[in-house]
């Protein structure tokens, strides 16, 4: 067993994984960026799908989608087995309580690059859905088994907490402890104001999104739970919503092409 262990690890930090594991940080980028778009576009009157599976039906709907769905894919189970990586072998010099949380980062952020993976491959066979059905359906499931108000309200209240964690993430700067900055001061400060712009922006949509699930389900209509897409989509709705809408789709392109530069400076 520790052969097997001590090979998984072996690949799993092997240069070529690596460089494949980065490319899953430039296509979070894409899809945020793609994300940004839509957002702005709804402000400005339009329509489309302001979430993940609007973005990854943006790539199919391309000349070669089918390449850049299944290059995407790659990509992103790349990064995930490189994060389940560090959940289970590394920081083991860390003390235990930092070790634990940590590993836990590490998991959390592999569970989500194996579920874009899910949904790129969902797209590149033909079986993907439209996220907003989806959320809806799987709200009103989860409503409907033991427990699942309470449950929903807890999940509801995760993602709104998470909005607020990406958004004081990017106002103190803390993103920048996981990248090697360019050398060039202005390279730096470029970087420096993706990140900060970028983590609010994702942070609000968050926020946005936890608290459409919360109100949602106290007014026990799950249904009503149609993720990001919703969230922004409200904004909208609200007074100068419009040009709230359109910072956060500025934000969601600087938190994009932020990831896309991640993937080169990153500390892997």
């Not at 940590?102 to 969902?122: I, N």
């Not at 993103?175 to 470029?190: D, N």
Request: a positive charge.
């Amino acid at each position: 067993m520790k052969d097997v262990a001590d090979a998984t690890e072996d690949f799993t930090n092997s240069r070529a994984l690596e460089i494949v594991a980065r490319a899953g940080f430039a296509v979070s980028g894409l899809l945020h960026f793609l994300i940004g778009l839509v957002a702005i576009r709804l402000a400005m009157g339009g329509q489309g799908q302001a979430d993940v599976s609007g973005a990854v039906q943006q790539l199919a709907s391309q000349p070669a989608g089918p390449l850049l769905l299944w290059g995407s894919f790659a990509a992103c189970v790349a990064l995930a087995l490189w994060q389940t990586s560090d959940a289970i072998f590394d920081f083991e010099h860390l003390p235990a309580k930092k070790k634990l949380g940590k590993k836990l980062k590490a998991a959390l952020q592999a569970v989500v690059y194996a579920g874009l993976a899910v949904t790129l491959a969902s797209f590149a066979v033909g079986a993907g859905k439209e996220q907003s059905s989806s959320t809806s359906d799987l709200s009103v499931s989860v409503m409907q088994a033991p427990g699942g108000y309470a449950l929903l309200l807890a999940i509801g209240a995760a993602v709104a907490v998470t909005g607020i964690v990406y958004a004081i993430r990017g106002f103190r700067q803390s993103f920048k402890k996981h990248l090697r900055l360019p050398a060039s001061e202005k390279a730096r400060s470029a970087v420096t104001v993706l990140g900060v712009v970028g983590y609010a922006a994702k942070g609000i949509a968050l926020l946005l999104t936890g608290f459409l699930i919360i109100i949602a389900t106290l007014r026990v209509h799950p249904e009503e739970s149609t993720g990001i897409d919703g969230g922004l989509k409200g904004l909208r709705e609200q007074p100068y919503g419009i040009y709230m809408l359109a910072a956060v789709g500025i934000g969601l392109i600087c938190y994009g092409v932020f990831m896309v530069v991640r993937a080169k400076l990153a500390k892997m």
